[in-house]
């Protein structure tokens, strides 16, 4: 069975690169919402993220001064997300509106994010900047050191949040377990984790006001 974890880790971010990060997520925000504003210009709103890259990466990065491809895709991957979400909550006959991307965070991977013992390289809207880690103990009994120090669990991407004038890089961490009773497969997937889409309005209320 896979398991996964997300560790919350502070970045030591110079003001040049804040500067940069700060653009980068304008641009991301952008980019996820000129996806959304795409699917939704007719009566059947497009979830396929296939046909959103056919449809929008060219004219996103044209836009965008050749923003970086992967964060495109990224961007792309969070709104046809969102997309779906709607249109589930539509099928359930629950009300829903076009999602408005307005907040972190920014979707990096394995292309746009380069993961070290101390450091990250992250892509930005210019070039990549590197932003050491701020953490605790190695030794210390802690999340990091239970999953991002481990070598059983491997480091697959994380979300860019920023806040309270701090920039926490959410790290996503997985691994490979084996089942040996029902109440180990109750413990590991007993508890269930929320993700921060940075939506805001993606449900409205009866009267239809945002």
């Not at 919350?8 to 003001?15: F, H, Q, Y």
């Not at 004219?59 to 249109?87: H, I, P, T, W, Y």
């Not at 920039?167 to 269930?192: I, P, R």
Request: proline share 3%; aromatic share 10%; charged share 25%.
């Amino acid at each position: 069975m896979e398991v996964r974890r997300t560790v919350p880790v502070a970045l030591d971010v110079n003001s040049a690169d804040a500067a940069l990060l700060e653009n980068t997520v304008d641009t991301f925000l952008w980019s996820a919402q000129y996806v959304v504003d795409h699917a939704f210009q007719d009566e059947y709103v497009t979830t396929s993220k296939t046909t959103l890259d056919d449809e929008t990466y060219n004219d996103v990065r044209e836009a965008m001064d050749g923003f970086n491809g992967g964060l495109v895709q990224a961007a792309r991957n969070k709104a046809a997300e969102a997309c779906k979400s709607v249109v589930a909550r539509w099928k359930q006959g629950k009300t829903a509106s076009k999602p408005r991307f307005t907040s972190p965070p920014v979707v990096y991977d394995k292309r746009t994010a380069t993961f070290h013992d101390e450091y990250v390289s992250l892509a930005t809207t210019d070039g990549r900047i590197e932003a050491d880690y701020m953490l605790p103990d190695e030794d210390s009994d802690t999340p990091h050191s239970e999953y991002l120090f481990s070598d059983e669990y491997e480091t697959t991407g994380a979300e860019l949040h920023y806040r309270d004038g701090n920039w926490v890089l959410h790290v996503h961490c997985k691994t490979e377990v084996e089942l040996d009773t029902s109440e180990q497969n109750t413990t590991e997937n007993g508890t269930v984790l929320g993700v921060d889409l940075g939506v805001n309005n993606l449900a409205v209320t009866s009267t239809g006001a945002f």
